[in-house]
């Protein structure tokens, strides 16, 4: 059966702190991974998809960076938080074919820049 | 751009009462439209999906109805339960090539005694 990882569950960083976060999915291969960020009230925001390895598309411009640097696994990065960057970030993975999308997400990771 | 709006924001139903949430999208290339289920501190879940093709789909308790002239789809929940309380989200994708799924907002549900 298909897993996804995601740490850590929590994190406190001061502003300007450099950020990773690392999610890798298991059971299953070549798979589109996905970043979200839940803020209150405002739903869930693509951050990040990536449809293979090194292919990265950005949905919004913002202070954070994707990479993909083997087929599951998925990094969010930032080299200097700000404030605005606290939120719920949730790593997502669907298969990639055609006809039903689902997507199965991690725990998430709740990030308080400080 | 927001391109699916979910109403309400909270929902407070009694036991045993329906619970509905609606959404509306504007991009006509959707063609998937899933609804989330989350409870605090998880990821969200998939509890329920449908495709434009028919107008309604029933998995116990849970229903989706679709219109799809009017771009309009909605979460019926039939006797709700206490446990049934979580924020549900409903999303739309195009499944060209990516399969992105947009959410929508979320409804914060709350179902009492």
């Known amino acids: 059966s298909q897993t996804i990882h995601q740490w850590p569950a929590t994190l406190v960083q001061p502003v300007g702190s450099p950020l990773s976060l690392e999610c890798t999915v298991e059971?299953?291969?070549?798979?589109?991974l996905y970043w979200y960020r839940q803020a209150a009230g405002r739903g869930l925001q693509l951050l990040f998809y990536?449809?293979?390895?090194?292919?990265i598309s950005s949905e919004v411009p913002q202070n954070l960076s994707a990479s993909r640097p083997q087929d599951r696994q998925f990094i969010l990065s930032s080299k200097k938080l700000l404030l605005s960057d606290s939120g719920f970030y949730l790593c997502?993975?669907?298969?990639?074919?055609?006809?039903?999308?689902?997507?199965?997400f991690g725990q998430g990771t709740r990030l308080t820049v400080v | 751009q927001q391109q699916v709006k979910q109403s309400p924001q909270s929902l407070i139903v009694q036991k045993g009462g329906i619970s509905i949430i609606n959404c509306a999208y504007e991009?006509?290339?959707?063609?998937?439209f899933p609804w989330y289920q989350q409870f605090p501190g998880k990821g969200p879940a998939l509890l329920i999906a449908i495709r434009p093709d028919v107008s309604e789909k029933k998995e116990g308790r849970f229903t989706i109805s679709f219109n799809k002239s009017a771009k309009q789809f909605s979460l019926h929940i039939m006797d709700s339960q206490p446990g049934d309380s979580a924020t549900y989200f409903c999303?739309?994708?195009?499944?060209?090539?990516?399969?992105?799924?947009?959410f929508g907002t979320g409804t914060r549900l709350t179902i009492i005694p």
């Open positions: 990536s449809v293979g390895i090194g292919q």
């Open positions: 059971g299953t291969s070549n798979p589109n």
């Open positions: 999303a739309a994708s195009d499944d060209f090539g990516n399969e992105k799924l947009t």
């Open positions: 991009n006509t290339a959707f063609d998937y």
């Open positions: 997502a993975w669907s298969v990639r074919r055609t006809g039903n999308t689902e997507a199965f």
